[in-house]
């Protein structure tokens, strides 16, 4: 119900008042394995924005999520790596030649340009054999973009939930400009992915 959201609310609202690191590191290391077991990351990223606060939210969400995106990504090298190759080496053959000469730089582009699922995004790279500190750093920089757009989304949520006593109807959920002004990012996000991958990646990878 939305009393029960909006009392849930206001209970991590004085909980991140009170201690605003504890809870922090609480996410981070949840948010870790949450995506080492899972994968996925966006329902984290809305409820840092939710929490947090779009800031915060985005401060915490990439932290750990880039963290299990890594830890996850040493798993599946070590345990996983011939299953992977077997599965997806065919594929993606024609990128072997582009990460060896600039595995940081293809391996940001691929996250910021995205389209695979972000859990395949996280073990493709062992047919590669891409560097661990290339993986993290590529990973902490190239998901900003999209997840500052859910943290938003979801910052904008708690707000609207501030101001509102009784349940908002949908339309005025979605025209709140806390909530409309990123979901129009998000999907513009989504239509430039689009055309950097159809003309982008067809040409150079």
């Given amino acids: 119900s939305y009393e029960f959201i909006k009392n849930n609310r206001d209970y991590f609202y004085q909980l991140r ?9 609480t ?25 947090f606060g779009k800031w915060f939210g985005l401060l915490f969400a990439i932290i750990g999520m880039t963290f299990g995106a890594t830890l996850l990504y040493i798993f599946a090298n070590y345990f996983l790596k011939e299953i992977i190759r077997q599965k997806f080496l ?13 595995e940081f730089m293809y391996l940001l582009i691929f996250r910021l340009i995205g389209g695979i699922p972000f859990q395949i995004q ?17 990973t902490l920089l190239g998901i900003i973009p999209s997840i500052f757009l859910v943290v938003s989304i979801g910052s904008g949520l708690e707000n609207t939930i501030e101001k509102n006593q009784d349940a908002p109807s949908f339309i005025d959920l979605i025209s709140s400009p806390d909530i409309f002004v990123p979901l129009i990012g998000f999907f513009l996000l989504i239509l430039i992915t689009i055309i950097l991958r159809k003309f982008f990646l067809k040409n150079n990878f």
Avoid: H, R
């Fill in 17 to 25: 008042q009170s201690n605003l690191l504890l809870v922090g590191l």
């Fill in 90 to 102: 065919n594929k993606f053959k024609n990128l072997e030649e582009k990460f060896k000469k600039s």
């Fill in 122 to 138: 996280n073990v493709l790279p062992c047919i590669f054999n891409v560097k661990i500190k290339n993986f993290f750093w590529s």
């Fill in 27 to 51: 996410f981070i290391l949840f948010a870790t394995l949450w995506v080492f077991a899972a994968g996925f990351g966006s329902p984290l990223a809305l409820f840092a924005g939710f929490i």
